[in-house]
């Protein structure tokens, strides 16, 4: 489907550009941007603060170490 997309969507624009300009093409991407930008404003992320124990370092160990270890464990095609 991403394939169709990539294709469709430049065809669309070279059509839109050769029938309207260059004028309405861009005043319609920047409506359509600003509507995006205002659903994102919507989006909410559930966040929930770790309570960590050390320093700056000791955290990035921790996540470097876990980081490796979802790598090798999970995800056999990337460390294979």
């Given at each position: 489907m991403a394939s169709l997309s990539y294709l469709?969507?430049?065809m669309l624009g070279g059509v839109l550009y050769?029938?309207?300009g260059l004028k309405p093409v861009m005043y319609a991407s920047v409506v359509c941007f600003l509507i995006t930008?205002?659903?994102e404003c919507f989006i909410r992320f559930s966040y929930q603060?770790?309570?960590s124990q050390?320093?700056?370092f000791q955290i990035v160990k921790q996540d470097f170490l876990s980081s490796m270890?979802?790598?090798s464990k999970e995800r056999q095609e990337?460390?294979?």
């Open positions: 469709i969507a430049p050769a029938m309207f930008a205002l659903f603060r770790i309570q050390g320093g700056v270890q979802y790598i990337v460390s294979a």
